[in-house]
């Protein structure tokens, strides 16, 4: 009957291009992906099919116990060379899959820390020649713009892609609005001139007197005090007409703050600093989201990255897009906000979909500062 | 035989007792947390220590940490400064595993190889009354075997365990299901070992003093130094090391520096240790390092500084008094210029550059 309203047969297509009841469709052809990313201090390896995580294993759940009772004895962050293997090996015994079944290998080769994303590639540059497999290079960020979608091995949250979406990525060395208009295609709204958002927290815990993690020691003593902002710290660049970040000046208000109180002022006062400060860094990214949502007239939002496991922030930010009549999707699973190879997996599975193999392997190289323009198709 | 005793509000009290009576004559006991069930032993006593050990196929040398029964008791087996003291008052009881210099009153084997001890004070009333009627450290190692997840249910637990293991517990006090708590933030509170450099230990044939009023005023005389020092050294590897604490205007120094060769849109590397850029097309790269979160010296060691010690090449290090050994191989291979700089009020700092 469309064809009689070519109009609207077109509106229709376009509109069925959209909605992605993809899971069955990608299970029949859906590729056995290992996947690994080293972008930074994770060693981490995935198994996917499709969107589901048939294993992923990453050094840290070991490394936490490193000093904590651990396996390997050594204490090192980044030392991938030294753990590529056994993370490999321990990804496929875990999905029951040997390297021959493999069908292609995905490698994060950015942004990231040159010397390791260097092991994450040169491990999938041999693979590759060793099951004569084809390699997909992935950009670490477009990994976390997809791991609200990321499934575990039963096929579960069944949440399905949504276009265009806007997401919010913030983590300890990344904070970036990105309006995700299709599969693939990415375009940067806004990101951070100085600190990530994560690093602002982590760097205010640090000068509290507090340990690493910072994010949730501050999200603790916030809760302590209900979240009062009593400091009113500025918020930089929040009246700015873009959807930049910075919170480099946030860090030095706060620095300021501190060095007019006493010890004893500040040890009496740790709650309502680590509270303000969480606000202020938290109110910015609300309110830039909200802005991008108003002016892109796009009422889905994904939120990525480790700061996105806050509670606070999720609370605000839903409450904030729910009122905005938007729908709002964060990773399913813990560990899918921290780096890891399982997102990684699943932009791949997209990009074998798309047939964006690496065509010569000599041509992959690290590119520490990688854009998520560079990636977008 | 292991004994199972079921732990409820009016049974508290008789449940402590009989874990008291074990963990005194060296026992194991499962016992229910504000997280997951744990595994108790005497935290001072070696063969309790040990069995904990082999039940956990743990290698020896991994720490292991203990529970407290409140803040000042934890000064009995870590030493804790003023500034960590009110830290830990905040977060107290709380699922967080604090780790802190051990004064090694608790078995050796439950420190880390840096002999530090992980305490923990958790928010659940039985394991504080234990510890305070114990008067002794207990171990507060989660319920599983090494590298598994940990256990919320008794039943879980026992499926996974194999006879011979069963045959080390003495005593399950089991409290049915816990709410499904993730396992304890553990938090570091030491100090970084890594050995930092004063200006004093190094020796400059000169020195340069300049004043800053803004980030503006710091990122100019980023650029005016480094057009002075391409002057100087030309094409010879350079080390700008530059010290100063946070919030003090070492990011916008870098930026200055970056300027000059016309490299934009610098951001923080501290999370990645790392960026490099490229420098106008050529093949020499600009290098922005930031070591503030390296903890340990051996980190060096997969980072592969030292390789970009080549001619062309620009590179500024943060936090570059954390270098330490490191700064001698720098010296030998680079030109290296040391600034400082210091917060003196919010619109003034000084600069001290060191050639």
């Known amino acids: 009957m469309f064809e009689r309203i070519p109009e609207l047969a077109q509106k229709f297509r376009l509109l069925r291009s959209r909605v992605y009841t993809s899971t069955n469709t990608l299970m029949k052809k859906a590729k056995t992906i290992l996947a690994i990313d080293t972008s930074c201090d994770e060693t981490s390896v995935a198994v996917v099919r499709g969107r589901c995580v048939l294993s992923h294993v990453e050094y840290s759940q070991i490394a936490m116990h490193v000093k904590w009772g651990g396996v390997v004895p050594s204490i090192a962050r980044r030392a991938h060379e030294e753990r590529i293997d056994w993370v490999v090996q321990k990804a496929l015994t875990k999905a029951r899959l040997d390297l021959q079944s493999i069908d292609c290998i995905a490698v994060t080769y950015g942004p990231g820390l040159a010397i390791a994303l260097e092991v994450g590639i040169k491990k999938a540059k041999e693979i590759s020649q060793s099951i004569k497999k084809p390699i997909i290079a992935v950009n670490h960020m477009e990994g976390h713009l997809y791991s609200p979608f990321v499934q575990n091995s039963k096929g579960n949250p069944k949440t399905d892609f949504k276009f265009p979406s806007i997401g919010l990525l913030v983590s300890g060395g990344h904070t970036e609005l990105v309006l995700f208009k299709d599969h693939l295609v990415y375009e940067i709204l806004g990101e951070t001139r100085d600190d990530a958002a994560g690093e602002a927290l982590d760097k205010a815990a640090r000068m509290l007197g507090f340990g690493y993690p910072g994010g949730p020691v501050l999200e603790r003593l916030a809760s302590q005090v209900n979240n009062q902002d009593m400091y009113r710290f500025p918020r930089p660049m929040i009246g700015s007409n873009d959807f930049e970040f910075s919170f480099s000046g946030l860090k030095t208000a706060l620095l300021y703050k501190l060095k007019e109180m006493t010890e004893e002022e500040k040890n009496k006062e740790l709650q309502n600093l680590a509270s303000s400060f969480q606000e202020a860094v938290f109110q910015t990214l609300m309110k830039k989201t909200k802005k991008a949502m108003m002016q892109t007239g796009v009422n889905h939002v994904l939120v990525g990255g480790g700061v996105a496991v806050n509670k606070r922030l999720k609370t605000t930010m839903r409450a904030m897009v729910t009122a905005q009549g938007g729908s709002i999707f964060f990773p399913s699973f813990k560990y899918l906000n921290f780096d890891n190879a399982a997102m990684i997996g699943i932009v791949a599975t997209i990009r074998a979909e798309h047939g964006l193999y690496v065509k010569d392997d000599d041509t992959i190289d690290r590119e520490p500062r990688l854009s998520l323009l560079q990636s977008s198709i | ?355």
């Open chain 2, 1 to 355: 035989m292991t004994r199972t005793i079921t732990l409820s509000t009016q049974s508290i009290k008789q449940v402590i007792n009989e874990v008291l009576q074990v963990l005194s004559s060296g026992g194991l006991v499962i016992f229910p947390s504000d997280t997951v069930y744990g595994l108790l032993v005497d935290a001072t006593n070696e063969e309790a220590v040990k069995k904990l050990i082999e039940f956990k196929n743990r290698p020896p040398g991994k720490a292991i940490s203990v529970f407290v029964a409140d803040l000042n008791s934890c000064k009995k087996y870590v030493s804790i400064n003023q500034k960590q003291s009110a830290v830990l008052s905040k977060l107290l009881p709380g699922p967080f595993t604090m780790v802190l210099p051990s004064i090694h009153t608790v078995q050796k084997l439950l420190e880390s190889e840096k002999g530090t001890l992980g305490v923990r004070v958790p928010d659940f009333q039985p394991v504080l009354q234990l510890a305070s009627s114990f008067g002794k450290p207990i171990t507060a190692t989660s319920a599983n075997l090494g590298g598994s997840s940990p256990h919320y249910s008794i039943d879980s637990f026992i499926h996974q365990i194999s006879q011979a293991k069963k045959d080390l517990i003495d005593l399950i006090v089991d409290a049915g299901k816990l709410p499904r708590n993730k396992p304890s933030t553990v938090l570091d509170l030491t100090e970084s070992t890594v050995k930092t450099l004063r200006s004093g230990d190094i020796s400059f044939e000169k020195s340069n003093v300049y004043q800053s009023h803004s980030a503006q005023e710091t990122q100019n005389i980023g650029r005016e130094l480094m057009q002075g020092l391409t002057k100087k050294y030309g094409q010879k590897p350079l080390v700008i090391v530059l010290k100063g604490d946070l919030g003090a205007g070492k990011t916008e120094m870098t930026r200055g520096i970056a300027d000059y060769f016309e490299i934009e849109k610098i951001i923080s590397p501290t999370f990645v240790v790392y960026y490099e850029y490229a420098i106008c097309d050529s093949k020499s790269k600009f290098v922005h390092v930031d070591l503030y979160n390296i903890q340990e010296e051996v980190e060096f060691v997969h980072l592969g500084l030292s390789d970009y010690l080549k001619p062309g090449n620009v590179m500024v290090v943060e936090w570059g008094e954390k270098l330490g050994k490191l700064y001698a191989e720098f010296q030998k291979k680079a030109e290296v210029v040391f600034v400082e700089i210091m917060y003196e009020r919010e619109t003034r700092r000084k600069i001290i550059v060191n050639y």
